[in-house]
């Protein structure tokens, strides 16, 4: 059975730093490109970042582009996304996702003063 | 950016009836990797369809998905108590992966 665990969310300052982490198991890990989406309080789904199967590409929205960094340990069934220069409209539930097919229960980051 | 737009925002029904969700896209779908998820409150989305018209893994065949290029729909044959929920629109053709506003559908 698929399983992804996220962790590492909490409360930041604005202009603060985060890691989150993405523990996954069931699956093949190294196979599969892996997704990390947001969800804002009351809001809709946004797509955040991509990285393929053997961290040759990786794509980025443009809200995050040049802050946020995603990366993978195939070795540690782990995925991880460094968010730095945190704002605001950076809270949301973050959640990791196997290609979308399988999704985690997500991370809550708040970033506030 | 690929944006798309979903209706209806609010669709109303009663269990049994037959749900029809539109998405529609800015500009043409790459391969047709338009998916559809529901979720429910204080859930992660869970994945329906993908491909435009595959069901995913333990999906009932109530849903089903169809069309190409801007315009596709989800129908949900027969509503279930368990199916009103907020549904969203989903194209993965091409970066940045972009979501629908969502379709919120709830008991009449």
């Known amino acids: 059975e698929v399983h992804l665990v996220e962790s590492g969310g909490g409360l930041v300052q604005p202009g603060g730093s985060l890691r989150l982490s993405c523990a996954a198991s069931?699956?093949?890990?190294?196979?599969?490109?892996m997704n990390w989406v947001r969800q804002a309080p009351g809001k809709g789904l946004e797509w955040v970042s991509y990285?393929?199967?053997?961290?040759?590409?990786?794509y980025y929205a443009d809200s995050v582009k040049g802050r946020f960094t995603i990366s993978r340990d195939n070795a540690k069934n782990s995925l991880y996304l460094q968010m730095n220069s945190l704002r605001a409209e950076d809270t949301a539930v973050y959640y990791c996702?196997?290609?979308?097919?399988?999704w985690g229960q997500g991370t809550l980051v708040t970033v506030s003063s | 950016e690929i944006v798309l737009t979903q209706s209806p925002g609010t669709l109303s029904l009663s269990p049994g009836e037959r749900a029809s969700l539109a998405c529609r896209a800015s500009?043409?779908?790459?391969?047709?990797?338009l998916a559809w998820y529901r979720q429910k409150p204080g859930q992660a989305p869970r994945l329906l369809i993908y491909?435009?018209?595959n069901r995913a893994a333990g999906i009932p065949d109530r849903f089903s998905g169809s069309g190409s290029g801007t315009d596709f729909t989800l129908t949900i044959s027969r509503l279930e108590p368990e199916d009103f929920a907020v549904y969203y629109c989903?194209?993965?053709?091409?970066?940045?992966?972009?979501f629908g506003q969502g379709t919120k559908l709830e008991i009449k």
């Open positions: 069931g699956f093949t890990f190294s196979n599969y490109g």
């Open positions: 491909g435009a018209s």
């Open positions: 996702a196997q290609r979308f097919a399988y």
């Open positions: 989903q194209q993965y053709g091409s970066s940045p992966y972009t």
């Open positions: 990285i393929s199967s053997s961290s040759s590409t990786m």
């Open positions: 500009q043409s779908v790459s391969n047709n990797y």
